[in-house]
């Protein structure tokens, strides 16, 4: 489990609090009405955190959530307590129901370090995606845009806590590592340090195509995303 999400989901929207999920909500909402074909709208968010994109999105849909984080599943539930969530990996749902959406946002599906999860996971959609229905996906990077040695700094800075994170990814064939370090202060504990090397996968734009036509896919590819460079959209044919 990864220990960014497992010791500090309390932490996490004050840490993105840059991030534009209502306008990604909207966005998103366009691009389903654009290309689903199923009547229903019914929608599962996987890997959906602490459920920001569900808040802006259950007026639209008749929404769930999955993760595979309880931490952030609590955060979620408190959220939106009129949402089911549950939890899981995405590589093994067996949640006996079809959906007419399922995203997986905000790189989480980079979290598989495999080609064998990653084709299971696209198993997994394709069998709880009604026919017409659509798939949206947002990786981190692909192997095509993956950068060597990217940095990150993102820092919280609350009136009992501060949190420094900081990073120089390193890639050891197919996987990355992002060996996030982190420095936690507070007056209970003074400082403390812990690093997060948060293995992900590197995997081709067109391990993902192939993957999704095995599993009945018609794949477009959809640019910007909403936070990366691109969302790889599924049709179920
Ligand atoms: C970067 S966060 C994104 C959360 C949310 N979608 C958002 O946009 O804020 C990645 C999420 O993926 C979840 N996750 C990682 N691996 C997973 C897996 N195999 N199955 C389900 N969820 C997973 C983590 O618990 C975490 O909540």
Sequence with gaps: MNDFYSRLARYYDQMYAHIDYRGAADRLHEIIQKHKQSLGNKLLDVACGTGTHIMYLKDRYQAMGFDISEEMLAIARNKCPSITFMQGNMISMELNQTFDVITCLFGS??????????????????????????????????????????MGLNCLNLPDIK???????????????????????????????????????????????????????????????????????????
């Design 109 to 150: 599906i980079t979290y598989l370090t495999t080609e064998d999860e990653l084709r299971l996971a696209l198993q997994s959609f394709s069998k709880h995606i009604a026919t017409g229905g659509v798939v949206i996906i947002e990786p981190l990077f692909t192997e095509e845009t993956y950068r060597e040695k990217g």
């Design 163 to 237: 949190i420094a994170r900081s990073n120089v990814s390193r890639r050891e064939g197919n996987i990355v590592y992002l060996d996030f370090h982190f420095l936690i202060s507070t007056r209970e504990h003074g400082t403390a340090h812990f690093i997060d090397p948060s293995p992900m996968g590197v995997f081709s734009l067109d391990t993902f195509k192939n993957f999704m036509e095995e599993n009945g896919f018609l794949v477009k590819i959809i640019e910007p995303g909403f936070d990366k460079e691109f969302l790889i959209l599924g049709i179920k044919e």
